[in-house]
């Protein structure tokens, strides 16, 4: 059975800015760019245990997860059968800091 996937408002914006960077110079690199995240993104809905423990896993209550693409992380977890994707930042970023995620959506 799939699991929903919630993109949170802060890793669209993530995402948006990433696009929007590469669309300056090269539009067509970008269009691919989105094509191949969103496709991991679904991916995550049949696999959501596809990606690796995050190297920031164990500095939160929650079991972050991150999926590669490019230079790039896709950090989620996982809770009641939906993934969340919390943020997509360049992977030679620091570790995520405190405040660096939101806070899971309450619902079921």
Known sequence: M???VFIHPDAEADLDAI?????AEYPLTARRVA???ADQIRTLASF????ALAREHGSYE???RQSNIYAYR???TIARRTVHVLRIIHASRQNLRPGDLPRLPDGP
């Open 2 to 4: 799939k699991h929903r």
């Open 19 to 23: 696009i929007a960077a590469i669309a």
């Open 35 to 37: 094509e191949r995240f």
């Open 48 to 51: 959501p245990r596809l990606g």
């Open 62 to 64: 929650l079991e972050l």
């Open 74 to 76: 896709v950090i989620y």
